[in-house]
């Protein structure tokens, strides 16, 4: 079992940065891969960025360029710095955890509780 707690939501202006964290704790060393995703009101839950832990990184195309994910393996968290927000950046965010547990490898997910990020025009 996984347990994340996420922090750092908020509201901001247009241009302006936030930066979210994500405390991990449980079974840490299965975790695979963690990220963050999104939900605007009225759309599907989306992937913003994700960080396996060898290190590779992913981004969504929309914030490629702005957002940038990190890691502090000593805290087991995991950083979304967030820079030049626009208003379709508002979203509830939430942080992902993937693990693989066993030689299959059986594999599960696990999310926090969300954190709301606002951007106003």
């Known amino acids: 079992q996984v347990h994340l707690v996420e922090s750092g939501g908020g509201s901001v202006q247009y241009g302006g940065s936030l930066r979210l964290a994500c405390a991990a704790s449980?079974?840490?060393?299965?975790?695979?891969?963690m990220g963050w995703y999104r939900q605007a009101p009225g759309k599907q839950r989306e992937l913003v960025a994700t960080?396996?832990?060898?290190?590779?990184?992913t981004y969504a195309d929309s914030v490629k360029g702005r957002f940038t994910i990190s890691r502090d393996n000593a805290k087991n968290t995991v950083y979304l710095q967030m820079n030049s927000l626009t208003p379709e950046d508002t979203a509830v965010y939430y942080c992902?955890?993937?693990?693989?547990?066993?030689?299959?490898?059986?594999?599960?997910?696990?999310w926090g509780q969300g954190t709301q990020v606002t951007v106003s025009s």
């Open positions: 960080m396996t832990a060898p290190g590779t990184t």
């Open positions: 449980g079974n840490i060393v299965s975790i695979y891969a």
């Open positions: 992902h955890a993937d693990e693989r547990v066993g030689v299959t490898p059986d594999q599960y997910d696990y």
